[in-house]
């Protein structure tokens, strides 16, 4: 607008000076002439207008072209001036997305160190989901880490966030939409799913699907391994774009090493602490364990009792069947004890070879008694083939309870080992207490 000043300002003044113009030599001048000239006549009076009209419409013409040209002018700087302001709004877009583009990337630098400073997975996962939520999703809709269980090979629902607390995520092991990235191991994103044609609408409406209409989903892919999804999705349709996802697919590559890390210590710490054979907690982590447990018993003044179990004449089996019998027996009974201590609140070690011990909580020493009673019942009437035999398993269980007994956990367990050898004593498969 500023640019037409300087073009349109010498048109106004060439029209002030026309106006002037003619105030002064066509009204005023003849008037003068007429009042002071003798020898001035009407026809010189009508000879002097139509001379000066011509010259008049001379200049009205003039002025007309010039000011047709100044429009036209006009039009084509506002034409410009339009165009620059699109491209000025275009190239501000352009720049809006790339700070934010560099926005992203420079939070992946801070990603990278948060899910790296710890090893727990239930950390990790709840950093990537925030992370995705906040940066992709603005705190709208809903974001969804499914993992995939090891045993069945599913779709686990392991973590997500929510814009409304209301909403309930009723597929736990995914919906169309996450089987279909987990089949084709691929990034997907639906702008509308009304719209999108690789959807049958009809399967759609038979989906109990929360209420969404746009989704954003990649796999988490670590050494060709697939260990989950990530997604996010909003009642809004095209609410995500291209950029969004590969957003997603950087987080998602950062995010599944991090993930992979924290299943492999996770197993690291299960197997430091459990025997490979029969699952149960080891020698160390039991003794820990038991010391929590008797501190709480003190505080709440409870009884906590202890079994020590072994398993009778087991070299027996080693000798006559073999060391692999001698594990095949050692599983079989780790299956009854956890069979029949389901309904307890109990701890189960391995012990040391054919030994296990059991921390009952809650559970006076004449409740453990019956208790162990029916175990070695149970244990005696368990058939067991070896090498084409049959054959039966009896145990012997020595019994003490804490505070009663023993005052701490070394002691109680030897009080409990004491009463095993008591009953080995007196003939075995049976029960004896400290």
């Given amino acids: 607008m500023f640019n037409l000043i300087p073009q349109i300002k010498p048109l106004l003044l060439r029209a002030i000076l026309h106006f002037s113009f003619f105030i002064v030599f066509y009204i005023f001048l003849p008037i003068y002439l007429k009042a002071n000239a003798i020898n001035f006549s009407f026809w010189h009076l009508f000879f002097f207008y139509v001379t000066n009209t011509a010259i008049l419409g001379y200049f009205f013409r003039t002025f007309l072209r010039e000011s047709c040209a100044a429009n036209y002018r006009k039009e084509q700087i506002e034409e410009r001036l339009n165009l620059l302001r ?26 990278v160190e948060d899910i790296n400073k710890t090893l727990d997975l239930n950390s990790v996962a709840e950093g990537l989901v925030s992370v995705a939520f906040s940066l992709i999703g603005n705190n709208k809709g809903v974001c969804a880490l499914y993992l995939i269980d090891e045993r069945t090979q599913r779709l686990v629902l392991y973590k997500s ?73 909003n009642p809004i349709p095209q609410f995500y774009s291209q950029d969004d996802l590969r957003f997603l697919v950087k987080i998602c590559e950062l995010g599944a090493v991090a993930l992979d ?118 244990i005696a009437q368990e058939k067991l083939i070896l090498r084409r035999q049959e054959t039966n398993i009896t145990v012997s269980i020595g019994v003490a309870a804490f505070p009663l007994d023993a005052a701490d956990p070394v002691e109680v367990i030897q009080r409990a080992d004491k009463a095993l050898y008591a009953a080995k004593n007196r003939g075995r498969n049976q029960v004896c207490c400290a």
């Avoid at 926005?103 to 630098?109: A, G």
């Avoid at 999108?196 to 989903?217: A, G, M, T, V, Y």
């Avoid at 070299?315 to 309904?343: M, P, Q, R, T, W």
């Fill in 86 to 111: 699109n491209q000025i709004s275009l190239e501000s877009g352009i720049n809006t997305s790339l700070k934010t583009k560099i926005m992203r990337y420079q939070q992946l630098k801070n990603i």
């Fill in 161 to 233: 966030k929510k814009q409304d607390k209301d909403i309930v995520i009723k597929a736990k092991e995914g919906d169309i939409f996450d089987l279909w990235v987990l089949r084709h191991a691929q990034p997907l994103l639906i702008e509308d799913i009304k719209k999108d044609f690789r959807f049958d609408p009809e399967r759609l409406k038979k989906e109990e699907l929360r209420p969404f209409l746009s989704l954003i989903s990649s796999c988490l892919l670590s050494d060709h391994k697939f260990i989950g999804i990530l997604r996010l999705d």
């Fill in 261 to 378: 890390n924290s299943e492999l210590f996770e197993k690291t710490q299960e197997l430091a602490i459990h025997d490979s054979l029969t699952s149960f907690f080891n020698k160390g982590y039991f003794i820990e364990r038991l010391k929590e447990e008797m501190s709480r018993a003190l505080r709440r003044e409870t009884q906590l009792s202890v079994l020590m179990i072994d398993i009778d004449f087991f070299k027996k089996y080693n000798d006559k069947f073999g060391h692999i019998a001698g594990d095949i027996v050692l599983k079989k009974l780790s299956g009854i004890i956890c069979e029949y201590l389901k309904d307890t609140r109990s701890i189960i070690c391995r012990f040391g070879g054919e030994e296990f011990c059991v921390a009952l909580i809650n559970l006076d020493k004449k409740r453990a008694l019956e208790l162990a009673g029916g175990l070695c019942r149970r």
